[in-house]
């Protein structure tokens, strides 16, 4: 046997089982997962992190040699407070909530031997170089499967493991770009605004997360591993369906150069971002079809509204920048909070566009109930809080508590305990550079 746990024993074990109370998880879910993971960013963090908040053992590996610097955002702005350092970044603290924190050196021999005990003892392998990186370290999945036949391995990257563009080093930015993204978002005569920060990180992340499961499905059932090859252009192309369809059977474009995407394809009007009192205030809303306008017009009051020329939606469609115009008119005259709620009191669709403060501490009915915003502890940090997950479980439901790991954190604990290896021997090891 190839000293696979889960082969070994032919079931799933408890891979928290012997940890300290302080380490264990809570979730029951994935805890007989353990994700030996060589990711970072967001786009492979992210994707471990929704197997952590599961009760996976997800075992973060990072470099000694440049203090974790391969990861960005280690150490990177948001701050909780006046603090500086690797181990105060909040995007870090909040991508690797719930995982273990050690350091290898696998420029080393003796870091590369270590880290293939880990893969052996292993379910899952991730990262997310760029594509051949981890073959060229020594690491090719056939590598992979000698150390661990049902071991399974998640390559995570911008253009997938193989075809022309495999090399290719990209950021969330660049993917949304070469998949088409880019160019659907953008204002009247202005060049494409792209979909905000690393929009596809998040949406690569899912996706690797989606195929890590699966996988897992497959494996419980054959007791075979599999390799995952997720390239994050893809995903983004996944985002652009309609917009294909469109051009391919009706000749359309997504967005005609100089001109911007509006709310019109469900043929709702109107249907928008319109202005509200105050500086940079805004509420949405939509009329879903006649009798939504009919609503609305009875709310505006105004002789403009109560015009039969705006009665159907065909009119109304037809006419829409300059009803549109009109809407923006009545609507800055008002608190968005309040016309949003008398505009739902009267079964209108509507909501204030939320800042980020708001969305996290203002009004809003899921908080409270959905746990939206957990609090962690940090081993440094402290007290901070995080992104939690929009699902919920009956029986085996999401858990965050526990901080990101700082540099090398559970070095003691994965080696010495879960490896066997000699606390004088770790000591040297330390001291030689491999930890």
């Known amino acids: 046997m190839s000293g696979s746990p889960w082969e070994e024993l032919g079931a799933p074990a408890d891979r928290w089982a012997g940890c300290p109370p302080d380490l264990e998880a809570r979730s029951d879910a994935l805890r007989h997962i353990r994700v030996c993971d060589l990711s970072g960013q967001l786009a492979g963090a992210g994707a471990t992190r929704l197997l952590a908040a ?6 973060r590996v990072e470099d000694p040699t440049n203090k974790g610097g391969w990861d960005i955002v280690r150490g990177a702005p948001p701050y909780v407070d006046e603090r500086r350092g690797i181990e105060f970044g909040g995007a870090f603290n909040n991508h690797n909530t719930e995982k273990l924190g050690v350091t290898l050196n696998l420029r080393t021999e003796r870091g590369r031997e270590l880290l293939e005990r880990l893969i052996a003892v292993s379910d899952v392998v991730t990262e997310n170089f760029a594509g051949g990186v981890f073959t060229r370290m020594g690491f ?57 920060y690393s929009y596809m990180d998040h949406m690569g992340a899912y996706a ?39 051009r391919h059977l009706a000749g359309l474009m997504p967005r005609e150069p100089g001109t911007v995407h509006a709310n019109r394809d469900p043929g709702m009007a109107p249907h928008g971002i319109y202005p509200a009192r105050g500086e940079d205030r805004w509420i949405a809303l939509a009329c ?29 469609l037809a006419g829409q920048d300059a009803l549109d115009d009109l809407i923006g008119a009545w ?32 009004p809003h009915p899921a908080t409270p109930d959905w746990g939206l915003w957990p609090t962690v502890i940090h081993s440094q940090i402290g007290a901070a809080r995080v992104e939690g997950l929009p699902v919920h479980l009956s029986e085996t439901d999401w858990s965050l508590r526990r901080g990101a790991p700082c540099l090398g954190e559970h070095n003691q604990f994965v080696f010495g305990e879960l490896l066997g290896v000699k606390d004088s021997e770790l000591a040297e090891l330390a001291e030689a550079g491999v930890l």
């Open 54 to 59: 599961f009760g996976a053992q997800v075992i």
């Open 140 to 196: 090719p999945y056939e590598r992979l499967r000698e150390l661990n036949p049902s071991i399974i391995y998640v390559s995570n990257s911008g253009f997938g493991a193989s075809g022309p563009y495999r090399d290719y080093r990209t950021w969330g930015p660049i993917v949304q770009a070469v998949s088409g993204l880019t160019f659907t978002s953008a204002l009247p005569g202005q060049p494409p605004a792209g979909w905000g």
């Open 208 to 246: 690797a997360a989606i195929a890590v499961l699966a996988a897992l499905w497959h494996r419980d059932a054959t007791g075979e591993g599999q390799a995952v090859d997720v390239s994050a252009v893809e995903v983004g192309l996944g985002l652009t369906g309609t917009d294909i369809l469109e």
């Open 288 to 316: 879903r079809d006649d009798e939504d306008w009919r609503r609305l017009a009875a709310r505006i009051g105004e002789p403009w509204a109560a015009d039969g020329a705006l009665a159907t939606v065909a009119a109304r």
């Open 331 to 362: 609507t800055a005259g008002f608190d968005a909070e309040e016309l949003a709620a008398r505009l739902v009191d009267a079964a209108i669709p509507a909501s204030p566009v939320r800042t980020a403060a708001q969305r996290i501490d203002g």
